[in-house]
C-alpha cells in the first residue's frame, strides 16, 4: 500500500510540475496578434512547439488559427472554407488527382509565401491530407491507411 501512495505522489508531483512550467504566450506575440486581428474573439493560445505560439479564434462567424514566432512574427493563418470557395483550378486537381476521394475538411492556409488550399480526404481506409495552390499544383500531401503513414514532397 505504501509504494502505491508513493507512486501515486510522484506522478502527482510530474503533473503539478508539468502544468507549472507550462508559460503563456510572450507579451510581443500577443501585440502581434491583435494589431492583426482586431476583431478576433475567444482566443486561446498554446505553444505549438519551441518558439512557435498558436491561437486559434473567432473573427466574422468563422473558426481560425493563426501562429507567431517568439518575437510576435506572424507565420501562418488557417480557417475553414466551403466546397464554393475553392477555385475551378484546385478542384478540378482534386477531381483528377483525388477522384473518389470524399473530402472531410478543406480550409485555407495563408503564410508569407501565399495562400494555399488545404483538403482532408478519405476514401474507404486511405485519408490524405494535400496542399494545393491557387494554380492547381500539389505543393505536399501524406497520406495513411490503418497505422501506415506515408510521406510525399513535391
Same mark, same amino acid.
Request: aromatic share 10%; with cysteine; hydrophobic share 30%.
Given at each position: 500500500?505504501?509504494?502505491?501512495?508513493?507512486?501515486?505522489?510522484?506522478?502527482?508531483?510530474?503533473?503539478?510540475?508539468?502544468?507549472?512550467?507550462?508559460?503563456?504566450?510572450?507579451?510581443?506575440?500577443?501585440?502581434? !496578434?491583435?494589431?492583426?486581428? /482586431?476583431?478576433? %474573439?475567444?482566443?486561446?493560445?498554446? @505553444?505549438? #512547439?519551441?518558439? $512557435?505560439? *498558436?491561437? +486559434? !479564434?473567432?473573427?466574422?462567424? /468563422?473558426?481560425? %488559427?493563426?501562429?507567431?514566432?517568439? @518575437?510576435? #512574427?506572424?507565420? $501562418?493563418? *488557417?480557417? +475553414?472554407?466551403?466546397?464554393?470557395?475553392?477555385?475551378?483550378?484546385?478542384?478540378?486537381?482534386?477531381?483528377?488527382?483525388?477522384?473518389?476521394?470524399?473530402?472531410?475538411?478543406?480550409?485555407?492556409?495563408?503564410?508569407?509565401?501565399?495562400?494555399?488550399?488545404?483538403?482532408?480526404?478519405?476514401?474507404?481506409?486511405?485519408?490524405?491530407?494535400?496542399?494545393?495552390?491557387?494554380?492547381?499544383?500539389?505543393?505536399?500531401?501524406?497520406?495513411?491507411?490503418?497505422?501506415?503513414?506515408?510521406?510525399?514532397?513535391?
Amino acid at each position: 500500500m505504501k509504494k502505491l501512495f508513493v507512486s501515486v505522489s510522484v506522478v502527482l508531483a510530474m503533473v503539478v510540475c508539468t502544468e507549472a512550467q507550462k508559460k503563456e504566450a510572450p507579451q510581443s506575440v500577443k501585440s502581434a !496578434f491583435e494589431q492583426q486581428f /482586431k476583431n478576433a %474573439s475567444g482566443v486561446k493560445w498554446d @505553444q505549438e #512547439k519551441t518558439g $512557435e505560439w *498558436e491561437a +486559434e !479564434f473567432k473573427m466574422n462567424g /468563422k473558426e481560425y %488559427s493563426a501562429n507567431f514566432d517568439e @518575437q510576435g #512574427k506572424w507565420l $501562418e493563418t *488557417e480557417y +475553414e472554407i466551403n466546397k464554393n470557395q475553392i477555385p475551378a483550378a484546385v478542384k478540378n486537381t482534386i477531381n483528377t488527382s483525388f477522384a473518389g476521394y470524399k473530402m472531410k475538411e478543406s480550409e485555407i492556409s495563408e503564410t508569407s509565401k501565399g495562400k494555399a488550399y488545404e483538403f482532408e480526404l478519405i476514401k474507404e481506409k486511405e485519408k490524405v491530407e494535400v496542399a494545393i495552390a491557387e494554380d492547381g499544383k500539389i505543393i505536399k500531401q501524406e497520406s495513411s491507411t490503418k497505422g501506415k503513414d506515408k510521406e510525399d514532397k513535391d
